[in-house]
Every structure is written in structure tokens, then in C-alpha cells.
């Protein structure tokens, strides 16, 4: 039996954290907020410091970023007793233990409540999404931060100035001004302040063993940083460390105050979070501080938690905008509409480059004979592949998932579920009915699509809500109708699809790692925490999608920890692009050469041939490399062209390289087509290479050489010319060599790629 199925532990789990937030309030009363939201604020950068990745925050990281969102939410919810004073180390030490009980109980009560090993769907998505709210703030990088207000409220300039004085753009660079401020001009004057500290420990550390008082030790410290010339440096620091500016919202963003008020709080000025809902005063309900994270105080406007503003600004000036203008409803929702659909297709035109895409556009489906019109927000087609996009504008429920995980679990079915559930029904109709014509809102034809003009397919089910915690893992939810046997989807936000922009290093390496996350994509045994980890795993293990295979059996394998590059990439470029490496998989130089000019070039199927490369091993990347350097300095050094056939993957390649001052002396397709019927393939890959005096990549051509596009005096003529082309290489490969030495099971020397028993050895 459970807590929660025991009505004796929930009461006794109800008054004992009842207890500990009414001594925390009463402790609170008479303290000033301001300098206890400020010491929060420092606790919680000084067990940061150095942190650039999710994975290396322990619990001490994790119980400090609790402090100022939670503090704030009683500080508002509360009366002050006057006089009030500074928070002594005592006071605020008794005031992070109780801060830690509360969490630590309202999370020992979801554990009890899910220990029957989490019996519904609902319990899973309870469990999950409330620790994921506790754990993860600011779920969007900061880097793109700006980009994603500007994007989503420069459509709505005219009522934000009408309203409040203020434009899209001016709330983004507004926001970033903040998080300068705390994530760059913060840390450096700490730091600044640190390195002066540290150069008079060893000074401290000697004066400590003389057993002098601690006043006496400080006064001799003093002159000795005075002495140093220091002195004044160090106090403009501590002025600077200890100011309101640091918090002061008004001067950091120029904002109009009317704008700010309305996300602001007065102490005391909550009057239902400690008294209602159905775990009053806990953070099992949604904290005051997310709908208004700045705190009035004063006269004064704080913001002591940026996070909390990242997460939640969007959806309040929604709210605010909405409560302030009501008939604007029917604007906000169409222009948010429109914008979410378009960014998708602009982000993915950033990646792939120039591509054909169709949008909002109608399809007839058959409904058990009766034929009806489908509308699909768009396509993208792209050398052999098919994206079907479908955008969800909407946003998650506002609700506390501890108080209602139902409506939470409701919003992923429309947010995640609809959406990826039409883009497969695009897919299913098309392939069913083999060709399809699309329509335009008067019916009109705008294209015939057929199965013929793609060979993979993909399902984008987007958001604007940030779901990254639960995307990735929605295929494991019956309910939802995601289960692997159907198309692969990806559901994801549209932060995700900036970070792959921002991460991808080509769009060859896109359409590869897409080709990986296709394939976990039906990995039942494949679970990861974030729809980045997918991206962090593919960068460290390439084909990743078969990382189970070895693994023991077990329903579910659940990996994590995979973002640490990511992450530290893209803290750095905010801050200091200069030092932002982009994380990449290890490419030898001359493939890499090849693969930069295929994608300078893009010649049709140049991604195929870049794929290929891709799904090569470290090993086998590093060995045909090292072959083709060979052959190059084999052909300077012989004054002759050679030409060499070679696997990639599943693929047949001829390769040829043609180095200045030499001339041909062979035919490159014919020597490939020869090749083709040697080795008694339906297709073969012709790569022809050029490098100037430097060996340094000119130009890659290429052809896609199918039998089945040869007449039939062709293949008579090759079949001929492949027979006699065998047999010569065969005698000119053995003919110093004693063939009882080719061992069976070799390659035959005739170059068919069969085993020498099966081949001339039978």
C-alpha cells in the first residue's frame, strides 16, 4: 500500500508539510525580501559557478535553484511584520533546510503516489512532467532567446504599443539586455572581485595560524590590500556585486513601467497560494512567480529569476494582451497561426538551403467510400527525402500537473499527438493511393505528388510549446497512437529545429543524422530524457540507433547525458561566440573535402553519396582516406592515372582522380560500367575527382550508372567488354603469384567482390 493509498500517511505528508511552510512564512515575516531574494540569488550563482552542462548539476545545484522561485512565491503571498532586518547566516540557513523539506517531501509524496511501478499512463506523465518542471528552467538555450521573442511578437506591434508603449523587438533586446547582465557582466566583475581575494589568502592563511582575533586578522588584511593599491578597486566591486542595478528591470531594459507592472507582484499582494488548490503553499502547484516573476518592492521592480521570465514571458503578455483588449482574441490566434507555420519551412531553409515546399494545402481522402478534403500545413521535398509538417500554435495547460495531470495529458494529445497523427495520414493516403493531387483552398491543382519522388519520409509534428522533456518519449504512450509501427515522427519544438540549425555542419550531416533518428525512432529499446540527447548521441556514436543491440534484453533502456557539448556550445555563443566550438563528428580531411564540394555544388544525389560517407566507421572513414592518398601518390610517382572501385555502404563506387600535368587513358564511365557487370550489380556510383598541385579538391563530379537504363547493344557490348576486363585483371593480379596461395575465402583478384572459391577459384 502506498502513501497516497493510505489516507492516515497522506494526512500525516499533508501536516507535516503544512508545518514546515507556516514556520518558513513566520520566518520570512520579518525579514527584509529584498536582501533575503538576494543572498537566493547569490547562493544560486556561487553553486553554478563553473557549470556549463545539465548533466554536471548535482542536488546542491538543483535544491539552490529552488530558493528564489519559491521564496519570491511566499514573499508575495505574505504580510511583513515591521522592523525588519537582514537575514543572519542562522536564519538563512534554517530558511534553506526548510526550503529543502518541502521539496524533499512533496517529492517523496509523487514517488509513494507512482511506486506501484507508475500503473497508468497518466502517473508516468504526472511523475515525469512535475520533476521536469522542478529540474529544468529556461528550457530554451539563451542564445536563442531574442530570436524567438522578436519572431513571435513583431506581428503584434500595434497593440503592444496601443497597450503599453512598447514593440516586439524592444521586449527581446530588453530580455537579452537581462540575461547579459546576469550570465556576462555578473560573472565578470565576480570574477574580477574573486581574483583580487585570491591574492591575499596566502597572506590570510598565515595570519590565521598566529591564533590573532578574527577583527584583528581583518583589520591587518585591510591594510595590506590598501597598501597594494587595491583597495579601491576591490569596494568598487562590492558596490557594484551588492547594488539593486544588478535586479533593477526599469534600467536594465528601458521598458515602460506600465509594461512591467503588469508583470509584477507587491509583496503580500497573492492572496489563494497558500490557501487553495489541492496542495496549497506547495511547489506541487503552479508558483505565483510564474505568472508574474518580477517583484515590486519600494517603488522598485526586481527580477531575480530569469529563468522563470524565459520560460513563462511569451504565454503572460498573451494573457495580458488578451485580458487588456479582449477582441483582440481573433487577431492573436491568426497571426500566431501564421508565423508558427512559417517558422518550421524558414528554419529548415536555413539548414538545407534552397528546396521545393509546398504549404497549406488540401488533399482528398477516402473515409469508407465517401471522399473528403484533408488540409496538411506542408511539405518539403529534398533530393530522396519527404518531411510532412504539421504545426500546433497552441499552448500547454496552465494548470499544476500535480493538480491535474489529465488536462496536461490532453495537451500533448493537441500540442504532439493531432498533429503527428495527420502528417501520417498524409503519408498512409499517399502511399496507399500511390499518387496524389494537391489543392490549393479553391480546389484548384498545385502539384501531383507520387511515391516515385521520395524514397525516405519523415512526419514533423512541431510546437512553439517547449516539450522537449516529454517529445521524445511520446511514442511510448498507447494512448496517444504513436507506437513505432507507424511512420517515424518526430515531435518537437521549435527550439529543437534551431538547435539542429545551429548544430548542423552541413546538410549532408542533417539528412544522416535524420536517417539515425529515423531508425531509433523504431528502437523500442531506445529512450532517451530530450530530443537533444538524439542529436548528442548521434555526434558521439554516429549509427546510433543500434547502440540496444548489444545490450541485455529489458523493455527499456533510458540514456541521458548526451547534451554536454551541445550545451556548452551554445551557452558560449551568447556569451562569447569566439569561444563556442560547434561539436562535429571526426571526418578525415580528404573525405571531408569531398563532402564540402558535393554540398558547394549540389548536384542531384550529391546527398546520397555524403550519407554514404557518413555511415562509414572511424575506422573505415580513416582507411579509405588513407587509400585514396595512396593511389594519389602512387599515380605521381607512376605518371599514370588509376583508376580503383571501392564499397561504400551499400553502395558500388568507381573512383577515378585526376591530378594535374596527366593525362587519361581510359574511358572513367566505361571503366565503371565494366565494373558494374564484374561485380553483377544493377547500379554503380561514378566519382570523378580533381586536385590541383597541392592535392587539394578542385571539383567532384558524379553519375548514377543503372543497368536498367542501358539499350539492349549496350549490354550485350559491356557484358563483352566485362568478361575480357575480368579475365585481364585476373591474369595481370596473379601472374607473380601463385594462385594455391589465394586463400577461398579472399576476394577474387578479378575484382568482383566474391570470395575467390566462388569466382576463378571454383
Known amino acids: 500500500m502506498t502513501t497516497m493509498d ?173 540575461f547579459l547582465t546576469a550570465c556576462s557582466i555578473f560573472p565578470q566583475s565576480l570574477q574580477r572581485y574573486t581574483d583580487i581575494l585570491k591574492q591575499f589568502k596566502p597572506f590570510y592563511d598565515t595570519l590565521k595560524e598566529t591564533q590573532q582575533s578574527e577583527q ?107 485580458k487588456d483588449k479582449p477582441s483582440y482574441s481573433e487577431k492573436w490566434n491568426k497571426r500566431q497561426n501564421i508565423i508558427s507555420e512559417k517558422l518550421p519551412f524558414r528554419i529548415l531553409e536555413e539548414i538545407i538551403g534552397k528546396h521545393e515546399q509546398i504549404k497549406n494545402f488540401y488533399y482528398t481522402k477516402d473515409d469508407n467510400g465517401n471522399e473528403s478534403l484533408v488540409e496538411c500545413d506542408g511539405i518539403i521535398l529534398f533530393e530522396e527525402w519527404l518531411f510532412v509538417i504539421e504545426v500546433k500554435s497552441g499552448k500547454m495547460s496552465n494548470k499544476s500537473p500535480a493538480q491535474n495531470v489529465v488536462s496536461h495529458f490532453e495537451s500533448i494529445k493537441k500540442l504532439l499527438s493531432e498533429p503527428a497523427r495527420q502528417g501520417r495520414r498524409f503519408i498512409e493516403t499517399l502511399k496507399n493511393e500511390k499518387t496524389l493531387q494537391l489543392y490549393d483552398k479553391k480546389k484548384r491543382v498545385i502539384k501531383t505528388i507520387s511515391t516515385n519522388d ?58 544522416h543524422f535524420l536517417t539515425e533518428r529515423r531508425k531509433a525512432f523504431y528502437n523500442n529499446r531506445l529512450t532517451l530524457d530530450d530530443e537533444l540527447d538524439h542529436f548528442g548521441m548521434y555526434l558521439k556514436h554516429n549509427q546510433y540507433h543500434d547502440i540496444t543491440e548489444d545490450m541485455p534484453n529489458s523493455n527499456l533502456n533510458i540514456f541521458g547525458g ?84 571501392f564499397s561504400l555502404g551499400n553502395l558500388n563506387v568507381s573512383f577515378v582522380i585526376r591530378i594535374p600535368d596527366i593525362q587519361l587513358d581510359f574511358v572513367p564511365r566505361d571503366y565503371a560500367i565494366k565494373n558494374m557487370f564484374i561485380q553483377e550489380k544493377e547500379e554503380i556510383l561514378l566519382l570523378d575527382i580533381s586536385v590541383d598541385e597541392k592535392n587539394q579538391i578542385t571539383n567532384v563530379s558524379f553519375e548514377w550508372i543503372k543497368k536498367n ?22 591474369f595481370n593480379q596473379t601472374k607473380n603469384r601463385d594462385k594455391k596461395k589465394i586463400g577461398r575465402n579472399e576476394k577474387c583478384p578479378c575484382g568482383s567482390g566474391k570470395k575467390y572459391k566462388k569466382c576463378h577459384g571454383k
Request: proline fraction near 4%; aromatic fraction near 10%; charged fraction near 25%.
Open 6 to 178: 493510505n489516507p492516515n500517511k497522506d494526512m500525516f505528508t499533508k501536516d507535516l508539510i503544512q508545518n514546515q511552510i507556516k514556520e518558513l512564512c513566520s520566518l520570512l515575516q520579518s525579514l527584509c525580501p529584498i536582501q533575503v531574494l538576494k543572498t537566493a540569488y547569490w547562493e544560486f550563482i556561487f553553486k553554478h559557478l563553473g557549470i556549463e552542462t545539465e548533466s554536471a548539476i548535482g542536488t546542491e545545484e538543483i535544491h539552490s535553484r529552488f530558493l528564489v522561485e519559491y521564496l519570491q512565491s511566499l514573499f508575495i503571498s505574505i504580510e511583513l511584520k515591521k522592523p525588519l532586518k537582514q537575514p543572519n547566516a542562522e536564519e538563512w540557513g534554517e530558511i534553506k533546510e526548510k526550503v529543502k523539506q518541502i521539496y524533499d517531501i512533496c517529492q517523496l509524496s509523487l514517488i509513494n503516489k507512482n511506486s506501484s511501478e507508475f500503473v497508468t499512463e497518466e502517473d508516468i506523465l504526472l511523475f515525469g512532467k512535475v520533476f521536469s518542471s522542478w529540474y529544468i528552467k529556461g528550457k530554451r538555450y539563451i542564445a536563442h532567446e531574442y530570436e524567438h521573442l522578436n519572431k513571435l511578437l513583431t506581428p503584434h506591434d500595434e497593440i503592444l504599443k496601443e497597450l503599453y508603449g512598447v514593440n516586439g523587438q524592444e521586449i527581446a533586446e530588453g530580455v537579452k539586455n537581462l
Open 454 to 511: 521520395f524514397k525516405q519520409s519523415i512526419v514533423m509534428a512541431v510546437s512553439l510549446e517547449q516539450l522537449t522533456d516529454i517529445s521524445p518519449q511520446v511514442q511510448n504512450f498507447k494512448k496517444l497512437g504513436l507506437n513505432s509501427e507507424g511512420e517515424a515522427t518526430l515531435c518537437i519544438s521549435i527550439d529543437d529545429l534551431r538547435v539542429y540549425r545551429d548544430l548542423s555542419n552541413g546538410v549532408i550531416e542533417f539528412f
Open 216 to 322: 584583528k586578522i581583518q583589520n591587518l588584511l585591510q591594510n595590506k590590500i590598501k597598501d597594494s593599491g587595491l583597495k579601491e578597486k576591490k569596494e568598487e566591486l562590492e558596490r557594484k556585486l551588492l547594488s539593486d542595478n544588478l535586479f533593477d528591470v526599469e534600467r536594465i531594459t528601458g521598458w515602460p513601467k506600465n509594461f512591467i507592472k503588469k508583470f509584477s507582484a507587491p509583496i503580500g499582494s497573492n492572496k489563494s497560494f497558500l490557501v487553495s488548490g489541492k496542495y496549497p503553499g506547495t511547489p506541487l502547484q503552479l508558483l505565483p512567480i510564474t505568472e508574474k516573476p518580477f517583484l515590486e518592492y519600494n517603488s522598485k521592480i526586481y527580477l531575480f529569476n530569469l529563468y522563470i521570465l524565459q520560460d513563462y514571458l511569451y504565454r503572460n503578455i498573451q494573457s495580458a494582451i488578451l
Open 709 to 730: 537504363h542501358l539499350n539492349k547493344e549496350e549490354v550485350h557490348k559491356y557484358k563483352e567488354e566485362a568478361k575480357r576486363f575480368a579475365e585481364f585483371r585476373f
Open 562 to 645: 548526451y547534451r554536454d557539448e551541445i550545451d556548452r556550445y551554445l551557452g558560449f555563443l551568447f556569451l562569447d561566440s569566439k569561444k563556442a566550438l560547434k561539436p562535429k563528428q571526426s571526418m578525415p580531411s580528404f573525405l571531408e573535402a569531398i563532402i564540402e564540394n558535393l554540398e558547394l555544388n549540389r548536384k542531384p544525389g550529391f546527398t546520397k553519396i555524403g550519407i554514404a560517407i557518413y555511415s562509414l566507421s572511424d575506422e573505415s572513414r580513416n582507411k579509405l582516406n588513407q587509400d585514396i592518398l595512396n593511389i594519389m601518390s602512387l599515380q605521381y610517382s607512376k605518371r599514370n592515372i588509376m583508376p580503383s572501385v
